[in-house]
């Protein structure tokens, strides 16, 4: 009776740790990467949510198939061995097995090709963006800007080691995080100064190279407010390890204000300034393209 009290109040404990466990996790996962962390972060935008969705199709078509012959693999080696089966027949040609190993495969193909592409173009870009987020990499930071607010833009790098805060994350958190809206079209133009770069945000579901001399385009739509890191994730150079993306996502009016803000800061609040700044920027451009 002593024994399953004990291991009654024992298994209670160990219930009560793991839902602690699994709700820290739960928490976690929307935002970064985990030590031992199984699976992908949460999906936090449609687009993710369908990479997720096709994921566990092929996972599903993967299993089945690896199944499938693990199974024939190991019926041919019980039935087929020297011993079972001492005179081999010297059949060589199947008709209808070499149509089937071959229109089958196909078919499996077809299944996997037809989603795929339409997640393709349904990552590609949003027909209906609300506001546009243009990135830059450099050697070795980002630089974001906000061009449906008077063009204002930062840079972003990474907090070193030595300066984290309690509770910011190492090699990922940056002294500027991007700020967006929640449940807002983002169009995202990304291009490079110097080398090729790749923005990507496993939660947005979004890698996309930035390219030097080009402007590639993505989106996202962001349905969860929260703190979203993400990773250069091209070889870009000694220092590629260290140039972290960090995203807060907050609700609109939070946005407005925080825009608001950083219009001010650079001077951009009265409409002729912005318009001033712009004129000032295209000719400081095309004074550099004649250089
Ligand atoms: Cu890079």
């Known amino acids: 009776m002593r024994c399953v009290r004990i291991l009654a109040s024992a ?14 996790t ?15 972060q949460d999906p936090v935008t449609p687009v993710a949510e369908n990479i ?7 996972l599903v078509i993967i299993t089945a198939i690896t199944a499938f012959v693990l199974l024939l693999l ?11 089966n001492p005179t081999p027949s010297r059949v060589t040609h199947h008709t209808t097995i070499e149509v089937l190993w071959t229109v089958v495969p196909i078919m499996i193909l077809v299944v996997i090709a037809i989603p795929s592409f339409k997640l393709l173009y349904f990552g590609d870009r949003t027909a209906t963006p609300e ?28 907090v070193p080691t ?29 291009t490079a100064d110097d080398v ?34 993400g990773q250069c994730s091209e070889l870009c150079g000694v220092n590629h390890g260290f140039m972290p993306i960090a995203i807060d996502v907050v609700s609109k009016d939070a946005f407005s204000q925080w825009i608001a803000e950083k219009k001010k800061t650079a001077g951009l609040t009265a409409p002729a300034q912005a318009d ?3 004129v000032a920027h295209r000719a400081d451009v095309t004074a550099r393209g004649n250089r």
């Open 131 to 158: 506001m546009t987020l243009k990135v830059t990499g450099h050697q070795w930071y980002w630089s974001y800007a906000y061009p449906d607010y008077g063009n204002v833009s930062f840079d972003s790098l990474m």
């Open 276 to 278: 001033s700044v712009d």
């Open 74 to 84: 190991l019926y041919v080696a019980v039935r087929f061995n020297s011993r079972a």
């Open 26 to 40: 739960t928490a976690a996962l929307a935002q970064t990467a985990k030590p031992w962390q199984l699976g992908f």
């Open 196 to 229: 090729l770069h790749s923005w990507a945000v496993p939660a947005f579901g979004i890698k996309t190279d930035t390219i030097p001399g080009r402007l590639n385009e993505t989106w996202f739509r962001v349905t969860r407010t929260g703190t979203y890191y």
């Open 162 to 190: 030595d300066q984290l805060k309690p509770g910011q994350v190492r090699l990922l958190e940056v002294d500027n995080r991007v700020v967006v809206p929640v449940d807002t079209n983002v169009r995202v133009l990304l």
């Open 11 to 24: 298994a209670a404990r160990t219930a009560a740790v793991m839902t602690v466990l699994c709700g820290a």
């Open 52 to 58: 997720d969705a096709f994921h566990d199709l092929l």
